[in-house]
């Protein structure tokens, strides 16, 4: 069984920065494609960043520049989150995708994690 558990939440004023871990364990593969994505009230779940086993990175528009992914093989993931603003105050997700699929298509995603809150505050 697989299980992915985030970590690093929280609350920040808008500018601030905030790393979000994934760990995951199980068995896991280092061929995953990992990824994080957010969902704020009332909006639909949306690709934040995701990561190719052979490290390619996709991020959304509204985040480039500013964060960034990383991976330690199949154990983790990472997004360093920079310059943040009120709009990205949302519940992020790790997930993963045993069978690999589009980056962005949240029902590529077989595996997910429970969420961690992240708010932005003015």
């Known amino acids: 069984q697989v299980q992915l558990v985030e970590s690093g939440g929280g609350l920040v004023q808008a500018g601030g920065s905030l790393r979000l871990s994934c760990a995951a364990s199980g068995r896991t593969s280092n061929n995953w494609l990992m990824g994080w994505f957010r969902q704020a009230p009332g909006k639909q779940r949306e690709l934040v960043a995701a990561m190719t086993r052979g490290g390619s990175a996709t991020y959304a528009d509204s985040v480039k520049g500013r964060f960034t992914i990383s991976r330690d093989g199949a154990r983790a993931v990472y997004l360093q989150m920079n310059s943040l603003e009120l709009e990205d105050t949302a519940v992020y997700y790790c997930?993963?995708?045993?069978?690999?699929?589009?980056?962005?298509?949240?029902?590529?995603?077989?595996?997910w994690g429970q969420g961690t809150q992240v708010t932005v505050s003015s």
């Open positions: 997930a993963a995708a045993s069978l690999g699929g589009r980056v962005s298509n949240v029902h590529d995603y077989d595996y």
